[in-house]
């Protein structure tokens, strides 16, 4: 398995992704090579560190442009093609690598992804999730998450599809509920689109998704769905207040097994779902302990064979 | 002072609105008279527990139906003239209470407000807040938190000079910041209305509001801006999100100075902003000491003069 590591992407590059390459070494699985894309003097210091052992596992692409973590997506993407995560996804989209990892500019990333690896066809929107921890141990998945600020409900239906798949294919949980995030429990309920949208999953889901109807935002964090599914504004705005809050959890010191979950860093990556190759998507805070996970969670997906069994249920 | 309480809402009443009257009596300031609507067997019981010294502060209103908390907000609210909370407007419509206080259902006690305290000339659409403690001690709040699930940019930009007053009228913050509720802090991004909202925003909030940009979900507990604004399906489900989030808090025995401001119990209730007299909305869930504080927010809400304040800000 190859898997391709934008070096360049994140707050903390390249010091971070580097340092989580060289932790995660002594334990990488032999089948597993890495190739890392960043600029050759990075490369050449990094070379010096690894441990002789293992650089039969690590090979380099040097690139000799980055984008920025606040550049505009597109006008990056198209004018920085030899960018890091340009020629990463460029590699992917030949199938010289089976996964990329990147922690970089993530409107850049899903641009990229969308011009270079492709929606897989039947896909309107390919989602961006993030992963909740449930107080009993197991996870939910919020789709979308800022990919797609307005979402029409046969969208919506879609990322119910999808999250319903990545959490069977890669957590093995076994007919998720999916629930419509929403303002109440009644069908009736919500803004327009949510109401068009309730409707719209009752009509068409054949079964291919366990619809639990409407669920509130307190319900993210009970036993009342896995998947749970809202619009790019209303994911966004959700997750990134749930942040402020573990934010001020660890800034006041306060130490607890369940909140220590929420930690992006025991994840680090969800795979952007509903492209041809496995893209790991990972925070523009990334810590090398980010990066080891995100490369176990690439690892996962590819192992998992999701992405085929997404191309399958939607080659209809 | 009279304050009108109905006694039948919320999920512990009549039990808890009561036990929150008998503990607050003996503190209540002499010119301020509480006015009880509710069933007669439940006041006749509740007379006989009331300190005799505080008779004259209370009278009772009777009344013989009652708003459920699941009901469909509309046809209960038609359906039921004599209920409390009915009884309860009609009084603050006609002047005969100076403000009224209920834990019932929030929805019929928005419908019933609109139809019969009307929304102050010229505000679109009145909505529900909450209130998020900073960690520095101060309140931001969040405005709509459900009554209009779609909102046109010009009632959002409402809500901006709406937030700003109640910040300024009731606790004394001058010049809040307005900041629009969005998924990045650049003028372009969001949904289209929130696009859309940012511009209407920037072309005519002449001064009214001191309007921050864009602020994103994190900046609700940072000091990026006191008033938040957004359309009452985002904010709702942030405000539930939020509340999953301290219910965990809680339940997992976490004792923590800033969170403990998080307690909707800590200032009870808060009033429908943009209608013609104060009705202070309290959480379903409403215990004695919510009720406590609902009472003082009402006095805090009538002394601060707010609804007038309104109604010379949007009178031309």
Request: hydrophobic letters at 35%; aromatic letters at 8%; proline letters at 6%.
């Amino acid at each position: 398995m190859k898997i391709g590591i934008d070096i360049m992407g994140g707050d903390y590059a390249p010091k971070a992704p580097l340092k989580g390459i060289a932790n995660m070494l002594p334990s990488l699985p032999e089948d597993v090579e890495l190739v890392l894309l960043g600029d050759q003097a990075v490369m050449d210091q990094y070379k010096s560190l690894l441990d002789p052992e293992h650089h039969d596992q690590v090979s380099f692409i040097p690139t000799t442009q980055v984008i920025e973590m606040g550049e505009s997506p597109t006008k990056a993407f198209n004018n920085k093609p030899e960018a890091s995560m340009a020629v990463g996804l460029n590699h992917l989209a030949s199938s010289q690598f089976d996964v990329l990892i990147s922690a970089g500019n993530t409107g850049a990333l899903m641009v990229g992804s969308l011009y270079t690896v492709k929606p897989i066809t039947g896909i309107i929107r390919p989602p961006l999730t993030t992963l909740v921890p449930k107080p009993d141990g197991n996870f939910g998945i919020i789709l979308d998450v800022g990919a797609n600020p307005d979402c029409k409900p046969e969208v919506l239906n879609q990322f119910g599809i999808l999250g319903t798949m990545y959490l069977n294919s890669v957590y093995n949980i076994q007919n998720p509920r999916v629930g419509l995030l929403n303002i109440g429990t009644e069908p009736e309920k919500g803004n327009v689109n949510a109401q068009n949208t309730y409707r719209y999953i009752t009509d068409h889901s054949n079964n291919e998704i366990n619809f639990a109807g409407n669920v509130e935002g307190y319900d993210l964090f009970r036993d009342k769905a896995e998947v749970y599914v809202c619009d790019g504004f209303t994911g966004n705005i959700v997750l990134k207040s749930a942040e402020g809050i573990f934010e001020l959890i660890k800034k006041r010191g306060i130490t607890d097994e369940y909140f220590k979950h929420f930690d992006f860093e025991n994840h680090g990556g969800t795979p952007i779902l509903g492209i041809n190759k496995p893209v790991i998507v990972g925070h523009g805070v990334s810590t090398p302990t980010a990066f080891e996970n995100m490369v176990k969670q690439g690892q996962k997906v590819v192992k998992s064979n999701l992405v085929n069994h997404i191309k399958k249920a939607f080659e209809t």
